[in-house]
T-cell receptor
Framework: GENVEQHPSTLSVQEGDSAVIKCTYS??????FPWYKQELGKRPQLIID?????GEKKDQRIAVTLNKTAKHFSLHITETQPEDSAVYFC???????????FGAGTILRVKS | GAVVSQHPSWVICKSGTSVKIECRSL??????MFWYRQFPKQSLMLMAT?????????EQGVEKDKFLINHASLTLSTLTVTSAHPEDSSFYIC???????????FGPGTRLLVL
């Protein structure tokens, strides 16, 4: 079955710097890759997603890139702010594209 | 749009009792909902897929008789933890599949503590 690996497990950056989180997946049939942000004790929130027919997608300070050949995708956050501090999860779709397999998560700390 | 609610937000119960958790899609119809379990500082573990009008599909290792799922309408799915034990204590989160194909939207979660 699908296996999603996420790195790093923790990431500390200075406010204003960029942060990059990387994920790899194993199932070449996966075609949908969302990223979620979860603050402590709260629900995961969809922040950006990408489908396999697109190589890159950007939304203000957040971007996601996808390399289908290498089976990896990355989250890029530019000009980080303290409110970006949270746990970020990547995920990859399986089966009919509706079920998701999640990565282990990355704790992002933005130091001011 | 795509708001999902969950009730209750937290519950404390005695061992042996059953607890029902509700998941509702407030502003859209969701034919498919998912139930996850999340342990502290860990990722989301899919327990089951809930389909409106049909039986839920459980992931390997999840006891269907222990975690009863009912998806009776296009906006409501329920998870009942039967004969709860302390090891069932966890954060349970539901999600609903967006009808616009925009991925899954999560409820706020239910924190269950079994004494």
């Amino acid at each position: 079955g699908e296996n999603v690996e996420q790195h790093p497990s923790t990431l500390s950056v200075q406010e204003g710097d960029s942060a990059v989180i990387k994920c790899t997946y194993s199932d070449s049939a996966s075609n949908y890759f969302p990223w979620y942000k979860q603050e402590l004790g709260k629900r995961p929130q969809l922040i950006i997603d990408i489908r396999s027919n697109v190589g890159e997608k950007k939304d203000q300070r957040i971007a996601v890139t996808l390399n289908k050949t290498a089976k990896h995708f990355s989250l890029h956050i530019t000009e980080t702010q303290p409110e970006d501090s949270a746990v970020y999860f990547c995920a990859a779709s399986i089966q009919d594209g509706n079920k998701l397999v999640f990565g282990a998560g990355t704790i992002l700390r933005v130091k001011s | 749009g795509a708001v999902v609610s969950q009730h209750p937000s937290w519950v404390i119960c005695k061992s042996g009792t059953s607890v029902k958790i509700e998941c509702r899609s407030l502003d859209f119809q969701a034919t498919t909902m998912f139930w996850y379990r999340q342990f502290p500082k860990q990722s989301l573990m899919l327990m089951a897929t809930s389909n409106e009008g049909s039986k839920a599909t459980y992931e390997q290792g999840v006891e269907k008789d222990k975690f009863l799922i009912n998806h009776a309408s296009l906006t409501l799915s329920t998870l009942t933890v039967t004969s709860a034990h302390p090891e069932d204590s966890s954060f349970y989160i539901c999600s609903a599949l967006s009808h616009r194909g925009e991925g899954q939207y999560f409820g706020p979660g239910t924190r269950l503590l079994v004494l």
